[in-house]
């Protein structure tokens, strides 16, 4: 019912920054939760960051203070600001979205990042 569109991955170098956009369509509402998650080498796939349609932000501790999350409702698209990138953030970064009605959750194909020198 939801397509979600990730983009902006790539490459970067330890301490650099990087933007990543994901747009949604189809039956999108306007309320629904958006976030970012991420799956690293090796590990589970984890929460990075969540935003309300209203605007309220929620981080992992391990980004905080690093990522900015933010929104354009009227573009359905969610964007991860991504700055003093470390090594240990390279992963395959996923757009989410989830009804608050249901909980029914969409993913993304996801889109990869890698910091290293």
């Known amino acids: 019912q939801v397509h979600l569109e990730e983009s902006g991955g790539g490459l970067v170098q330890p301490g650099g920054s990087l933007k990543l956009s994901c747009t949604a369509s189809g039956d999108v509402l306007s309320n629904d939760i958006m976030g970012w998650y991420r799956r690293a080498p090796g590990q589970q796939r984890e929460m990075v960051a969540t935003?309300?349609?209203?605007?309220?932000?929620d981080y992992a501790s391990n980004v905080q203070g690093r990522f900015t999350v933010s929104r354009d409702n009227r573009k359905n698209t969610v964007y991860l600001f991504m700055n003093n990138l470390k090594p240990e953030d390279t992963a395959i970064y996923y757009c989410?979205?989830?009804?608050?009605?249901?909980?029914?959750?969409?993913w993304g194909q996801g889109t990869q990042v890698t910091v290293s020198s």
């Open positions: 989410s979205s989830r009804r608050r009605s249901n909980s029914q959750r969409y």
């Open positions: 935003i309300t349609s209203g605007g309220t932000e």
